[in-house]
Each structure stands twice: as structure tokens, then as C-alpha cells.
């Protein structure tokens, strides 16, 4: 059976943060830049590094948000982000696992994993800001999931030890 190339990117709502927080940190170096003083004397220069660090973070975020997508075609799974490419044969793979990160906020980020069945391929980890449908959903949910199976081996390791 044929399986359409799928491409999935990041959430709208995410992009457009990014696009909007780069139009700020933009304007916000131009406004300093064009400002009341003339030349760069009289100006601040902390001031001036913190506006130029904003705007890198900035452009660098807006790269990666616009820039990474999960690719699923007929045979493999890529991850593809501005500096890197990972990517499974389906034959490579050996289930899935779903993880859970706690941020200093306390707030959670959900990962979905594709793990490998060689160690030495890469491990295809990604969160759910990505814009799936029901056929990714679909393939993934094929997938075996690793974390059930660990729960049931360790059930029935400490079942076994007990007499």
C-alpha cells in the first residue's frame, strides 16, 4: 500500500509567536538604533548588546520554528531541523515511547519517541507542538509501545520473585 509523503510542522500559534517576537526585537533595534542620539556616542552600550541579543535569539528561534518539520513517507520517518536531519527506515525502528518534561516553571512538555532498533541509529524525539492528523496518529499507534511493554516486564519480574 502507497502512503502519501506527509509533512507536519510546528503549531500556527507557535510561528506566529515566533514571527511576532522577531518583529518586535527587530523594531526595537531599529528604534534604538535610529533614536534621538546621533553617531554612537551618547548611547548605551549594554543596552545596545541587549537589543542586539534579543534580536539574534530572536531570528535564530524564528529559523529553527519555520524551519523544523516531521516528514512521514512511504518508508521512513525524518525529523529535519536548520541544522540537522534525523531520519528511521520504518524497518529500523523498533517501537515508540512517549515521555513527559517537567520545565522549571512547572509547567510539561510531552515528547513522542521513535526509538530505534539499533542503538546507533538516531533516536527520533519530538514534542507535541507539531500539527499531526489522525494518519500519523494512525502509523504511530502501530507502532509497539515500548513503554506498556517495560511496564508489563517489570510486573512480571516482581510477580516472579515473590513466593
Known sequence: MSRPK??????PWIR????????????GLFGLLWSQHAGVQGRNPAEMVEWAAITLFAVCWAIYVFGAVIVLSENAIEKRTPLKTDS???AEIRGRRETVHRNFDGSYIRYLQVVPRDSLLPLIRFQKFYVFD???YAWYDELPDLDSMDRANQGFGTRANVK
Do not use: Q
Request: hydrophobic share 75%; net charge positive; aromatic share 24%.
Open 16 to 27: 506566529l509567536f515566533a514571527a511576532a517576537f522577531l518583529v518586535f526585537s527587530l523594531l
Open 88 to 90: 528511521l527506515r520504518f
Open 6 to 11: 506527509r509533512v507536519y510542522r510546528l503549531s
Open 134 to 136: 489522525a494518519a500519523f
